[in-house]
Nanobody
């Protein structure tokens, strides 16, 4: 059974930093695309950043230059380094692991990030 477990969320002041982690259990995820999504209060879930199995990254415009995504295949872990946080970054952050070959798609339970003074 596959499970994704996120950690690292919390309350931070504007301008601060947080590092989210997501560990996968139950499969070899080295060939999966890994991503972070977020859902602001009252809004739909949106893509934040994505990293391929080869390490290529894409960062969405609202967080470009402030957020960085990375992965450690040996640890089945994806990270999201968030710097210069703004109140608009507040939301529940979800990790997603997707295998485009067989269509398997897994989600974490989410971790809450609150940016407030």
């Amino acid at each position: 059974q596959v499970e994704l477990v996120e950690s690292g969320g919390g309350l931070v002041q504007p301008g601060g930093s947080l590092r989210l982690s997501c560990v996968g259990w139950g499969d070899n995820f080295s060939h999966y695309v890994m991503a972070w999504y977020r859902q602001p209060p009252g809004k739909q879930r949106e893509l934040v950043a994505r990293i391929t199995s080869g390490g290529s990254t894409s960062i969405e415009d609202p967080v470009k230059g402030r957020f960085t995504i990375s992965r450690d295949n040996a640890k089945s872990t994806v990270y999201l380094q968030m710097n210069s946080l703004e109140p608009e970054d507040t939301g529940v952050y979800y990790c997603n692991f997707m295998n485009f070959v067989n269509g398997m798609n897994y989600w974490g339970e989410g971790t809450l990030v609150t940016v407030s003074s």
